[in-house]
């Protein structure tokens, strides 16, 4: 499938691009998507069992031990050539914003700093009272008890500084994807189903503004009801041929 003449022409005169990506991206890293059938993480486990406040409290060492198990997945997971295709992008765009709702730090490996994680960061810890971030030499110090103590308050424990169920985004990190969403004149939609708030209102806003929207995944979804556009495939093949054509105008 080729990319549409018109998706091209409108993404060559954007002037306020954004992208929105989700678990797709990172599927082709080896990284297990959450809704897939069979594959998706919540595919085989209950979420509200693993990533909410109310499971950490309950059973913090299951909860911390299965985000363990995660980080050692993703550690061992590179960037692919979406994730370098939109490195590269923002190299081209300097006002280009991306938002991902991946908590894998593969935009930054791949070489994209001023990514916006919505629901934070897996490789990153935090007390679980305080919010402080908790460092890795503490950390390792501290792996014969699971989860490890906070060293910032005596009733702190060490937990993954990632979004759980139930609990609200960082205000400041919502407030610039929801001004980029208002502001932007095209986003493009990659790997997502669309299926959690507030992410999965951004390309409704968008489009409300006034934006085209371009939806990227393997099959149309929630997200491919609202696009201009749907590109169905992996994020693998077209955010590197939408980048090619971008620089060749083809
Ligand atoms: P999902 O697992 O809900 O959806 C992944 C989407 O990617 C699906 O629509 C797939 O069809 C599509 N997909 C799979 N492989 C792809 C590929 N190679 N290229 C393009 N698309 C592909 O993951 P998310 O939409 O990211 O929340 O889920 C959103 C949030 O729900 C996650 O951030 C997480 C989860 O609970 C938190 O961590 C708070």
Redesign the pocket.
Known sequence: MQIPQDLLHALTRARKLVVLD???LS??SGIP????AQT?LWARYE?TEL?TPQAFSKDPKTVWEWYAWRRRLIAGSQPNAGHRALAELARRLPGLQVIT???DGLHRLAGLEAVLEL?GNIRRSICSVTRREIDSQWLERHADVSPPPSPHHPDGLARPD??WFGESLDEAVLTTALNAAEQCDFMLV???????QP?ASLPAIARQAGAQIAD????P?EIARLAHWHLSG???HWLPRLVEALETGA
């Open positions: 989700g678990a797709g599927a082709a998507t959450f809704r897939e998706g979420p990533a709702q991946n908590v629901h990632v979004v990659a790997g997502t189903s669309g299926a959690v992410a990227i995944n393997l099959q979804g992996p994020a693998e």
